[in-house]
């Protein structure tokens, strides 16, 4: 995967120390992007983005994924470029929309959607 690679840290817990992961994304053909989220010393992924994303849509609105080091929160804005389901498990229409995931036990859970 080519693309943009952001390097983050994952608080231990105690005198356990840090541990350092990447997270990154790039394109994943049909004009739509893919991320994945890798611990930097073993090369494993640790958990993939639940959906891909489109680059850009109709309404003007582009795929944008947000992040900051000292947190396990990961914000993607943009349409998916799957069908895509809530936090309930029904179905979502085809729109833009800011989706706010948690790294928890290494994977992505979602914890929050709003309607762009």
Same mark, same amino acid.
């Given at each position: ?15 356990? %120390? ?54 396990? %929160? ?28 948690? %790294?928890?036990?290494?994977? %992505? ?8």
């Amino acid at each position: 995967m080519s693309g943009q690679s952001i390097a983050l840290t994952q608080s231990g817990r105690g005198l356990i %120390l840090p541990v350092t992961i990447l997270c990154h994304t790039g394109d994943c053909g049909g004009g739509a992007v893919c991320g994945e989220i890798l611990d930097i010393e073993t090369g494993k992924v640790i958990s993939e983005f639940p959906n891909a994303y489109q680059l850009g849509s109709g309404d003007g609105n582009y795929y944008d994924a947000s992040f900051r080091p000292d947190s396990r %929160l990961l914000v993607v804005s943009g349409v998916a470029a799957d069908p895509e389901v809530d936090r309930e498990g029904d179905p979502l229409s085809a729109i833009s929309r800011t989706r706010y995931f948690e %790294l928890k036990d290494d994977r %992505l859970v979602l914890i929050k959607v709003e309607n762009n």
